[in-house]
């Protein structure tokens, strides 16, 4: 199971383990986001719109911190 897991993620973990913790960090908090966008459905229309805000914020942080040219599609 391992093995093939490597054999999926392998490129994205190498990548991952290159940045440094402030780059990591970006890209969790970014991950954290786009899960609680995904996940989470409210009855209040400003907690929806504070999670797009802060999905947004956290796609700009990971624009401005994180290289993803080293990142294959």
Not at 18 to 27: A, D, E, Y
Request: glycine residues 4%.
């Amino acid at each position: 199971m391992k093995n093939e897991l490597m054999a999926l993620f392998g490129d994205q973990l190498r990548w991952f383990m290159r940045l440094n913790c402030k780059q990591r960090l970006c890209v969790l908090y970014f991950c954290l986001s786009f899960g609680i966008l995904l996940s989470l459905v409210f009855d209040h229309p400003l907690l929806e719109l504070l999670v797009v805000l802060n999905f947004g914020a956290s796609a700009q942080l990971m624009k401005r911190q994180v290289p993803l040219t080293d990142l294959e599609d």
